[in-house]
């Protein structure tokens, strides 16, 4: 990877991230279940996370890429369409289901311990009986929730994540190796399945390791559009050396063009040549997106930095008094401009959405960006006055 790279400006950047994240237009994926998979088969994953101030991050982000998005799409696409599942990328995801030879990869990994008991310390209290009694379970009643058991001997908290019934840690070890799946889930309550029975299908075949590199860099050139090795890697950087040579030979071949980001210091770059012949200078249009925290634009908190000229907080977990933008302040991006972060709160019980705290960022000028924001949080309360009557967001 010795060719000389080439300069490329923020502006330019920003452009190219923001077209393969689609938020560069105003329906990019489409409406129903169906737009639903097309948007998690086009970002690679979609986090899931617990917090439930707003509507959960999951549907908030399929929600800033598909407007008329509702929660039961989702909802249909794993249950019913079985187009996409969870697993863990670099937090817990949706997935797409067409990729789950590589996450078969890691479940293998989880299975090849000794005693086929614990992957992690987390699950050393799970025994391989316990472990085959949950599978047996399951097997012989059909899909179960941690509620459908209620003959568990419940033991004291050694964790304030954990749950004082043992077979919880059963369910998520064998969730973690492959022989269990999430076939539904109603807020954060998993139903579990045998996979293969979920999926009705016999298994595909594991990624090789080569496969897997392979695999990360192609969905970061989708859905990141110019990467470096850390944006490739996020989360599982073991694999740095492996992509790297992936980068040395798609150079060679000359697949990818080496550049430089003005705003990057030393980090190294790739984008493909059509790519970045095609990118304009802060081509986006003024779209108003209210981002989740955990959002593909916002969870590298690093590159989001370094081409938008933000430096994410997230300040759920900061004592009260510590707080600059507020307890869950979403960035708003206006165009290829983060101009704001607001921290918001949905008030069930009055149906209707609390600003907690609006905090003006980069310079933005409010009377540019005020009426364009407003606009957007009205369709956003909107949003999650529908879910509140939805059960797959209970």
Not at 181 to 202: A, C, I, N, P, Q
Not at 294 to 323: C, N, S, T
Request: aromatic share 10%.
């Amino acid at each position: 990877m010795s060719k000389k790279p080439i300069s490329v400006s923020p502006g330019r950047a920003r452009s190219i991230w923001l077209r393969a994240q689609k938020l560069d237009e105003e329906n990019p994926f489409g409406s129903g279940p169906d737009a639903t998979r097309a948007a998690v088969e086009h970002l690679g994953y979609v986090q899931i996370d617990t917090i439930n101030v707003i509507e959960r991050s999951h549907h908030h982000i399929l929600f800033t890429r598909i407007p008329g998005y509702s929660t039961a799409d989702l909802d249909q696409a794993q249950s019913a369409d079985k187009s996409v599942f969870e697993y863990w990328t670099h937090a817990l995801s949706y997935v797409p289901t067409r990729d789950f030879r590589y996450s078969l990869l890691s479940m293998k990994q989880q299975k090849n311990v000794p005693d086929k008991t614990a992957p992690a310390s987390w699950f050393a209290s799970v025994s391989h009986k316990d472990y085959l009694a949950i599978i047996r379970r399951i097997r012989n009643e059909g899909p179960l929730s941690i509620r459908d058991i209620d003959d568990d001997e419940l033991v004291e908290k050694d964790h304030p994540w954990a749950s004082r019934k043992p077979s919880k840690r059963a369910l998520q070890l064998a969730f973690y190796t492959g022989d269990l799946v999430v076939s539904r889930r109603l807020g954060m309550l998993k139903t579990y399945e045998l996979t293969d029975r979920h999926f009705g299908w016999e298994r595909p075949k594991p990624a090789t390791e080569g496969q897997y590199a392979a695999y990360l860099l192609e969905r970061a050139l989708r859905a990141q559009g110019i990467v470096s090795l850390d944006s490739i890697c996020y989360g599982d950087l073991k694999w740095k050396k492996r992509v790297a040579a992936l980068l040395g030979t798609a150079v060679r071949k000359k697949e990818l063009l080496p550049v430089h980001i003005e705003s990057a210091g030393a980090v190294a770059h790739w984008v493909a040549a059509e790519v970045l012949e095609t990118a304009e200078e802060n081509h986006a249009p003024r779209l108003v997106h209210i981002l989740s925290p955990f959002d593909p634009l916002v969870i590298q908190r690093k590159r989001l930095a370094m081409l938008f000229g933000h430096d994410h907080r997230f300040e759920a977990y900061v004592p009260a008094d510590k707080r600059v933008l507020g307890y869950f302040a979403l960035p708003v991006l206006v165009g290829d401009r983060i101009v704001a972060a607001i921290d918001l709160k949905a008030d069930r019980k009055a149906g209707k959405l609390l600003i907690q705290k609006w905090t003006w960022l980069n310079g933005a000028d409010p009377a540019e960006y005020k009426s364009l924001i407003d606009s957007a949080l009205t369709r956003f309360e909107a949003f999650q006055l529908a879910s509140l009557n939805s059960p797959s967001s209970d």
